[in-house]
């Protein structure tokens, strides 16, 4: 029932979403999302979410926000 995507980081820097099994098209009414990420990615967006901890100097329970672009606004 999810839908099925898969983040990859392109050459000019952004992330973008596609859909892992096109048998299977993500039409955005699905009442979830699991995305596929390879190892590399997933460790690059560790690491990234590693730096930005120790950049901002975040400790423990420091409440932030973050904002994900959402998939489905670009789903045609």
């Known amino acids: 029932m999810c839908a099925e995507i898969v983040p990859l980081f392109e050459d000019d820097g952004k992330w973008r979403v596609y ?22 990615q997933n460790t690059l967006a560790g690491t990234a979410y590693s730096n930005l901890i120790q950049n901002m100097r975040l400790i423990e329970k420091n409440p932030f926000y973050l904002t994900v672009p959402d ?3 670009t789903v045609e």
């Open 19 to 40: 859909e892992a099994d096109p048998s299977r098209p993500v039409t955005g009414t699905e009442p979830c999302a699991r995305g596929h990420v390879n190892l590399d």
């Open 71 to 73: 998939y489905f606004d």
